[in-house]
């Protein structure tokens, strides 16, 4: 079976399930494993946003989807040429990878007969639900039983433990500054199963642009900033705008010392590795009943420069 996978979290989860030989393209973000960075890649963005700071990036993006483009260019002429069995893609997020509508509109104009599986997951369980349905369409559904089984009980683990958690402190993500956006979809679900107060998003909120003012209302005592599809050294210098704010000093999270740039991989792609989120934030929140949760190079402290999470 000959599989294109035009979004990282599919590309994981492909991984997961002992595919990795059939993915035959990816995207240009698709990294992980590493080993799928040999692949093909048959979709790119039309500018790379590590290079760009937020407002550019805005910019740039504004002005495509002004023009009614899309910000990703498919190589069209491998699809034809190679007719894979099975295309991936998502109707989320615009911004983070080509629409799965589109998607199907190249291949009906191009004539590429390959089905189109759209993702569309807002929970944990639609992520869960994501494993199943690649995994039906890809005969592996004894692997995905297990990889699925697997990631409810480390998440049923962090949040028995964090149960017990004398105070859970309220928390607050974005995923994204100047603009601000605030983190949606499982996050809110993910703050919240690793022991914090959500005061202000339910599970499946979906991810918006806010204005400042309501990070100020919701005074977090624990901040986390992981901005989409930006390696850590780039978050940690567009997070500067947020020291720019009316009364960012005043903020709880920031006088604790609790504000923290975390790898957004851990947080905005939905497969395997939400887990690895729940569990970072589970140490952030309560240090003292978590440790060792969180993977090298994975978080830093904004205010120190460093990864202790010590308080």
Known sequence: MKICSLLPSATEILCALGLEDQVVGVTDICDYPPEVRRKRIISR??????TLTSAEVE???QAILRNGGSPFVLDVEWLRREIPDLIIAQDVCYRCSLDSSDVAKVCDVSGISGQVLTLHPTTIAGILDS???IARLTGSEERAEYVTEGMRDCISAV??????ATYRPSVFSVEGVDPLVVGGNWLPEMRVLAGGRDDTFAPGSPAKRIDWDVVRAAAPEVLVIALCSSPMARSMREAEWLRGQEGWSQLPAVRSNRVYVVDHVYFSRPGPRIVTGVEILAELLNPTLFAGMIPEHAVRSFQNDTISVSQ
Do not use: N, R, V, Y
């Open 45 to 50: 963005s039309l500018f790379d946003p590590a």
């Open 59 to 61: 910019e740039k993006m």
């Open 131 to 133: 494993i199943t349905q």
């Open 159 to 164: 949040s028995g433990k964090a149960a017990g």
